[in-house]
């Protein structure tokens, strides 16, 4: 599993350009025994039915998005800078100063130096569409040749061990449930189970749901990266959850009023195999589950998170142990079938 | 060795608030064209190199070996550093921004606290102090306490990339870019006969306030310096009036503190030689190295030749090699000419 996380942190997958990604998970799939069906739709959403020892008649659908936060660039100036704006939520504050990948061109963004900033400017971060990423072009023509308007760009950041088993990444949000799902098809279940590996996530869930009228699952459990503000100067009731702690289960979120019943049977299963969980306590973001839960007619959802800080930055961490613990839950998830719905 | 080299083998090294990392490096670069090198009480770097002749006048080449960085202050109870910046840090490059600090045995990689997306709304775009925003390891409190004590000095964490052809970016280019030119000098002098004697410093502490190069031009004695440092490269979001440009050739800086007739001799040898060359104008002191020079002892007739920068105290900043290599013929034409000016 941590080879694919890494591997596929490596890769750019801005929405809407998840490509490198795409083909990554096409090429793990491919070589997994129990993976019964591959298809592509026409958005790029990756689905896959997984045969289990067992038929399921209402095989639980696992989710996890490809795609990550980035840049797409907007224009190209005369002096050789590139234009863009952000694709999916970037906190302004992180963007300044940065390293990025254009098309796999080294690139940074800056500005004057703080020597010439006003005390407004030195304290106040600057918008993006005020901001430029120079790419060492000397000028238009010579920008050109490497960048065009529509391509993308993503933080240059590389997977480096941090102590304590935590690690720090670019895009940890979603490669890591690309990760576990990659993982949980590479195992025999005991029951069969579908797989979705969505694009658009960032952009407003918009590839879980054709993903999910295709596949239409009764049930869905989505795994997806979620925000830890375990940090200092946080106050306890903002901390949403903490690394380290294990798996984040959700009972609401700004996108999802989960189903109850689904949520006792994931919490109770974590607790009959001792899989330490923990509550997502504070009602903020939202996930694929959002998409999956109102299409066509509806599907009962859960949703599995990974705590990670400094989600949407270049530099993402996450716990080694929350991952192997999320691995676990997924497991147990896929061998025993929730009850009907009441 | 070439100017690419010399700078990643320079910028990699750590040499921020008395790290000596840097400053071994420049020696072992400087040593084969010096006839002596010694490192002073402070740290400075020195090198000699006798033209053989009785009399000859002293010229002084000097850049600062030092950066900006950190220094540990304190550790909180959730297991994060506090850090206090040595020199102008850029604070609106940190949330994110990747550290190595140097304390008890291995260097020890870190990324600056990043808010939550969640909390960004109540805090809008504003920036917290630097010494409130935690530095996480992963590391737990009690081992962290041994390995990063108070003291413990920090810097970037040194990426070293090319941009574009002729243009690369890291940390720390303020002021090993200068280091790289003097070298680049020396380098092209090293077959030549010369007519006057040459010291070399690569000087400390910079950054907090040009203090090594006041003792190292005390011991050194010179009849004549030149400083080397970097200066502002344009950005289309700053002053042009402000600003050289990137890719225009060495900045010779005309000041009250500076030598105006050396000023003059340095842009005129430049304009002879068809380097590339620009004039920098301040209107006091220059905020360099060559304004403790110039009153070091009684008084050093001082010129200044500033690299031109882009994005100056953040981990990611930028200059052309053409740049630096300018800078350096600039000096050995002066050299080669006896260092002559009225």
Redesign the interface.
């Known amino acids: 599993m941590m080879t694919h996380l890494k591997k596929l942190c490596a890769l750019p997958g801005v929405s809407g350009q998840e490509d490198a990604v795409r083909a990554y998970i096409l090429h793990v799939l491919r070589q997994c025994d129990a993976v019964a069906e591959i298809t592509v739709d026409p958005l790029g959403n990756v689905l896959a039915r997984v045969a289990g020892r067992k038929r399921a008649a209402q095989p639980v659908l696992f989710a996890a998005h490809m795609d990550e936060v980035g840049f797409i660039i907007t224009g190209v100036t005369d002096e050789g800078y590139c234009r863009f704006a952000p694709v999916g939520g970037i906190d302004p504050r992180v963007i300044y100063g940065r390293r990025v990948l254009v098309n796999g061109h080294p690139g940074l963004i800056g500005g004057k130096a703080v020597h010439m900033c006003s005390e407004e400017e030195k304290t106040k971060a600057a918008r993006a569409d005020k901001l430029l990423i120079d790419i060492g072009a000397a000028d238009r023509a010579q920008a050109e040749q490497l960048v065009q308007p529509g391509d993308t760009a993503v933080f240059d950041s590389e997977y480096t061990r941090l102590q304590g088993g935590l690690f720090k990444a670019r895009a940890l949000d979603d490669r890591a449930g690309c990760a576990l799902l990659l993982a949980l098809a590479e195992r025999q279940a005991d029951y069969d189970f579908l797989l979705a590996f969505t694009v658009q996530e960032e952009v407003g869930l918009r590839g879980a749901g054709a993903a999910a009228f295709s596949l239409s699952p009764a049930v869905a459990v989505v795994v997806d990266a979620t925000t830890a503000a375990d940090t200092a100067g946080v106050p306890e009731d903002k901390r949403v959850c903490t690394v380290g702690g294990g798996p984040v289960l959700s009972f609401m979120d700004k996108q999802t009023l989960y189903d109850k019943a689904l949520f006792e049977h994931v919490r109770t299963l974590a607790e009959d195999a001792h899989i330490p969980t923990q509550l997502k306590t504070l009602v903020a973001g939202g996930n694929d589950a959002g998409a999956i839960q109102r299409t066509g007619p509806g599907a009962r959802v859960a949703a599995v998170s990974l705590p990670c800080r400094y989600l949407h930055s270049p530099s993402c961490v996450l716990a080694k142990k929350d991952l192997t613990a999320t691995l676990a839950l997924l497991e147990t998830l896929a061998d025993h079938l929730p009850a009907d719905a009441p | 060795m070439d100017t690419f080299t010399w700078l990643e083998a320079l910028c990699t090294a750590a040499g921020a608030g008395g790290l000596e990392e840097a400053a071994e490096t420049a020696r072992r670069l400087l040593a084969p064209y010096m006839d002596e090198t010694a490192v002073d009480a402070l740290g400075n770097v020195g090198g000699l190199r006798r033209c053989g002749k009785d009399g000859a006048p002293l010229l002084l080449l000097e850049a600062h070996i030092d950066e900006i960085g950190f220094i540990v202050t304190s550790l909180?109870e959730?297991g994060?550093l506090?850090v206090s910046p040595c020199g102008?840090v850029?604070?609106?490059?940190?949330?994110?921004?990747?550290v190595m600090f140097y304390g008890e045995g291995e260097p020890?990689?870190?990324?600056?606290?990043?808010?939550?997306?969640?909390?960004?709304d109540t805090d809008g775009?504003?920036?917290?102090a630097i010494r409130?925003?935690?530095i996480?390891?992963?590391?737990?409190v009690k081992?962290?306490k041994k390995r990063c004590p108070p003291g413990t000095r920090a810097t970037f964490r040194p990426?070293f990339?090319?941009?574009?052809?002729?243009?690369v970016?890291s940390k720390a280019l303020d002021d090993r870019a200068g280091v790289a030119a003097v070298l680049a000098c020396l380098d092209i002098l090293k077959d030549q006969a010369l007519t006057v004697d040459l010291a070399v410093t690569f000087a400390v502490q910079e950054e907090l306030g040009c203090r090594g190069s006041a003792v190292a031009a005390y011991a050194a004695d010179p009849d004549m310096a030149i400083a080397v440092d970097v200066s502002?490269a344009h950005?289309?979001?700053?002053?042009r009036s402000?600003?050289g440009v990137l890719?225009g050739g060495p900045m010779v800086g005309y000041a009250p503190s500076l030598d105006t007739a050396l000023s003059r001799r340095l842009y005129a040898l430049a304009m002879e030689r068809d380097i590339p060359c620009q004039r920098e104008v301040m209107p006091g002191d220059t905020g360099t190295d060559a304004d403790a020079i110039a009153s070091a002892r009684g008084g050093v007739r001082t010129g200044l030749l500033s690299i031109p920068l882009?994005?100056?105290?953040?981990?990611?900043e930028?200059v052309d090699i053409r740049d630096i290599e300018d800078t350096g013929r600039l000096m050995a034409a002066f050299i080669a000419e006896g260092g002559a000016c009225q």
Not at chain 2, 108 to 120: M, R
Not at chain 2, 125 to 128: A, E, K, Q, R, Y
């Open positions: 909180d959730k994060f506090h102008g850029d604070a609106r490059a940190l949330p994110a921004a990747e020890l990689p870190g990324v600056f606290a990043s808010t939550p997306p969640h909390l960004a775009d504003g920036f917290p409130d925003m935690g996480d390891t992963g590391l737990e081992k962290l990426h990339r090319r941009i574009g052809e002729t243009r970016s502002f950005t289309p979001d700053a002053d402000k600003c890719a882009r994005y100056m105290h953040t981990p990611a930028l």
